[in-house]
């Protein structure tokens, strides 16, 4: 497996990054791309995979400006985003998009910062890895301007309803799946949604340290999400899809491969 969304930098694994990978790698998750989230994230997620992974198989990176920090994004972000994106480690652009739920940056910030994020995609053909909460139609709206001179994009951690879905295959995204498909009370409708993913368009991602499965038995004491437990996103997964386990491991990590650019491990 691999688990394109992991948000390791974050504070609850502090000192303990490498007992995660190595539970990660144990569990079958064989490579992981780290989150950035804003440009001090990004760099400290490059860090990361730099110290862990010293093959320069199995640990990459993102680097990008979330919309909740898109009221940092200044005349000096483009150029220090700029220079993260050249490292080979940082496989894409982000993690960028809208935020309507929460607007914790105003919207107008939020559309500028993901505007120059994208252009600089384009510019460097670099592939997206895109947040979106309540705000499809008009992230679909600004996507449209440059989807045909992206590589690729993914919507990460997918919650979406179907006309969100659709609209998004139609514009040739990736889609990224996380627990909230294994949460009973909110995650439900995501169970007949998910076998209309094409294959090579899916691809699966803990978010950790959130989005713990629910379904997880036993559950760990601390309450936090490892990418060790994206077996249990899989296996949520391929229900809905009517696949066994081991062909949607299969499909889902070639996407991954493919979009991220990633070597082959054994």
């Given at each position: 497996?691999?688990?394109?969304?992991?948000?390791?930098?974050?504070?609850?694994?502090?000192?303990?990054?490498?007992?995660?990978?190595?539970?990660?790698?144990?569990?079958?998750?064989?490579?992981?791309?780290?989150?950035?989230?804003?440009?001090?994230?990004?760099q400290d997620a490059l860090a990361l995979c730099l110290q862990l992974d010293e093959s320069g198989q199995r640990l990459f990176s993102t680097a990008g400006v979330h919309p909740h920090d898109a009221s940092s994004w200044d005349s000096t972000s483009a150029r220090e985003l700029r220079d993260l994106l050249a490292q080979p480690r940082v496989r894409a652009v982000g993690e960028c998009g809208l935020d309507?739920?929460?607007?914790?940056?105003?919207?107008?910030?939020?559309?500028?910062?993901?505007?120059?994020?994208?252009?600089?995609?384009?510019?460097?053909?670099?592939?997206?890895?895109?947040?979106?909460?309540?705000?499809?139609?008009?992230?679909?709206?600004?996507?449209?301007?440059?989807?045909?001179?992206?590589?690729?994009?993914?919507?990460?951690?997918?919650?979406?309803?179907?006309?969100?879905?659709?609209?998004?295959?139609?514009?040739?995204?990736?889609?990224?799946?996380?627990?909230?498909?294994?949460?009973?009370?909110?995650?439900?409708?995501?169970?007949?949604?998910?076998?209309?993913?094409?294959?090579?368009?899916?691809?699966?991602?803990?978010?950790?340290?959130?989005?713990?499965?629910?379904?997880?038995?036993?559950?760990?004491?601390?309450?936090?999400?490892?990418?060790?437990?994206?077996?249990?996103?899989?296996?949520?997964?391929?229900?809905?899809?009517?696949?066994?386990?081991?062909?949607?491991?299969?499909?889902?990590?070639?996407?991954?491969?493919?979009?991220?650019?990633?070597?082959?491990?054994?």
């Amino acid at each position: 497996m691999i688990d394109i969304g992991v948000n390791l930098t974050n504070s609850s694994f502090h000192d303990q990054q490498a007992a995660v990978f190595e539970r990660a790698m144990t569990a079958g998750v064989a490579q992981l791309v780290l989150t950035g989230t804003s440009l001090e994230v990004s760099q400290d997620a490059l860090a990361l995979c730099l110290q862990l992974d010293e093959s320069g198989q199995r640990l990459f990176s993102t680097a990008g400006v979330h919309p909740h920090d898109a009221s940092s994004w200044d005349s000096t972000s483009a150029r220090e985003l700029r220079d993260l994106l050249a490292q080979p480690r940082v496989r894409a652009v982000g993690e960028c998009g809208l935020d309507f739920n929460r607007d914790f940056s105003p919207r107008p910030q939020q559309e500028k910062a993901l505007e120059a994020q994208l252009a600089l995609a384009v510019e460097l053909r670099l592939p997206v890895f895109l947040h979106e909460r309540d705000a499809s139609e008009r992230l679909l709206a600004i996507l449209k301007d440059f989807r045909d001179h992206l590589p690729g994009a993914v919507v990460h951690c997918f919650t979406g309803e179907r006309d969100a879905l659709f609209a998004y295959l139609d514009l040739d995204l990736h889609i990224g799946i996380t627990g909230w498909i294994c949460d009973e009370r909110r995650g439900t409708h995501l169970h007949p949604l998910v076998g209309n993913i094409p294959v090579g368009r899916l691809m699966l991602e803990s978010d950790a340290p959130y989005l713990l499965p629910r379904s997880l038995r036993p559950k760990p004491k601390n309450g936090r999400n490892e990418p060790a437990y994206l077996p249990q996103v899989l296996r949520e997964v391929a229900l809905h899809r009517g696949e066994s386990t081991e062909y949607t491991a299969a499909h889902t990590s070639a996407c991954a491969r493919a979009f991220f650019e990633l070597p082959e491990v054994s």
